[in-house]
């Protein structure tokens, strides 16, 4: 099993990372699975619209709602985060190299989103990389069974962490 999780400090910083790095790994030949997340500013009107690309060519999906431009709260889509879930579902029955997952969030520190497929995904002998933020930390490492390895946040780190022969 090879898990491993990253984290990154500015906004979008992660999202950028993540989808740069499924983008070079299919152009290399790797056969990926998961999503990533595409953040689109939205600068007069609210906060940015956030949408996710099934890897490696399914369908973008906005996973954001539109709450009022002074809300604060969660603008997740619990909805449209279950159709990514269902597209991404899909296309696990063919074989892949890896499966990234933009963000270890909420939804799969409570059990849902893509928790299962996290699962699945190793169980199927894939490396599987993540995002984390330091508010689901925990969660995710209770989830992994503290066998995930931190990769720094950077291109070479992830690529070098991918190459790497397992132990």
Known sequence: MKIAYTMTE??????????????????????????????TDCETTHRCDMDVQVLPDG???????????????????????EQAVFETGKRMDQEFDVFILNKFGKQESDGRGFRDLVA?????GAHVIT??????RQNFEDFSGGLATYVAPDPDSLMAWYDADED
């Open 120 to 124: 699945q995904a190793l169980s199927q």
């Open 10 to 39: 500015g906004k979008g910083d992660l999202d950028r990372l993540l989808a740069d790095f499924a983008d070079k790994l299919g152009a290399r030949g790797a056969r990926t699975r998961g999503i990533v997340q595409i953040n």
């Open 131 to 136: 995002g984390i933020n330091g508010m689901n």
């Open 59 to 81: 369908p973008r999906i906005r996973i954001s709602q539109f709450l009022g431009k002074e809300s604060s709260g969660c603008r997740l889509n619990p909805e449209a985060l």
